[in-house]
Each structure stands twice: as structure tokens, then as C-alpha cells.
């Protein structure tokens, strides 16, 4: 992995155990540290996550404002608006990592895994998006989540030719997070 890849990952794993363990610092997260972010920013990471309101990457990480540019919508399905965000990061911000970060008891998974193979009568972008990987082999919900990461790295690089391209420049490097609600730790894929 880049130099900066890591360093940027080993914060995040640090902040991690930080919330894990019940020290967090809840540092830059005071008017003060906004401020000082009026003119621009430079996160450190971009976290590409669902919008589920147990998922919260400035809490997980014990980060606050301008560390972390984080890209959301339910499942965290990978569609056009997401990866411009993503290309947003890598190539304007210039973030070294992307996280994509999935989670326990997601409710897309939930829903893909109980519908499959019927044609989506609701959330019908979000639901063929799983069905794309859902196999008799998925044994639950969750291990359709950690699986899922997979695909969305391998379509950030293959639906994007500016992160392609970054990626082959090693400018950035894309890694695979699962948080456990149990526990609050995020596993590195
Ligand atoms: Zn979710």
C-alpha cells in the first residue's frame, strides 16, 4: 500500500480503538475547527457508506470536522452521483484512501436478501444493484454486506476512469471496512 494510504488508515484505525475502547477525544468538532476549515479543506480519507443512522464516520473513527469526506446513500450502492463524489475526492482533494465501509443488519441487504430473485417492486435501483451478487451460497444479510464491498471497489475503478487512473498512479488507494454494531470496531476486509 502507498506510504499515504497507510498512514491515512492507521488514524482511522486508531481513531477506531479509540471509539471502541470508550476513549474518544471528540477533537475538532468545536466552532473553532470549522472555522479554521472556511477557506478549504483536505480530509484525510473518503468513506463511501450507507445512510443508515447507526453508521457515522466522524463518531466511529473519533474524527470531526474536515478529516473526512464521506459519501453516502442507502446500501451505499455505487451509482453516478456516488462515484462523481469519488472523483471528487481523489482527484480535486486529493484523498490517498477510500473506505468502503458497509455494517451490520443493512437494511438494502435486508431487503435485497428477502426479495431475491422477484423483480423489485420498490427500491428497485438499490435492490437489482445486490442482485448482482446475491447467490444461493449467501447464508445471511450480513455476509451479503462484507461480500457487496467487494463489488463496489471493483466498480469505482471499473465505472470511473479518473479513479482508474489514479489508482494505476498510485495516488490513492481503495480498502474494505465492516462495522460491527456489536462491538463498534470496523474490520478491515
Ligand atoms: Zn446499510
Known sequence: MIEKAQKALDILIEGN???????????NRCVDTLKSHKNGQSPIACIVTCSDSRVIPEMIFDKGFG?????????????ENILE???YA??????PLVMVLS???CGVMKAAKSMYPKEPDHLQLLIRSVYEIIDSETECYNELARNYTLTKKRKLLKRSEILRKAHHDKKF??????????TGKVSIL
Open 17 to 27: 480503538r479509540r471509539f471502541v475502547n470508550g476513549e474518544t477525544t471528540v477533537s
Open 67 to 79: 478529516d473526512l469526506f464521506v459519501v453516502r446513500c442507502a446500501g451505499a450502492v455505487i451509482g
Open 85 to 87: 463524489s469519488v472523483e
Open 90 to 95: 481523489v482527484d480535486h482533494l486529493n484523498v
Open 103 to 105: 455494517h451490520d443488519d
Open 173 to 182: 488507494e481503495i480498502v474494505r471496512g465492516y462495522l460491527s454494531f456489536e
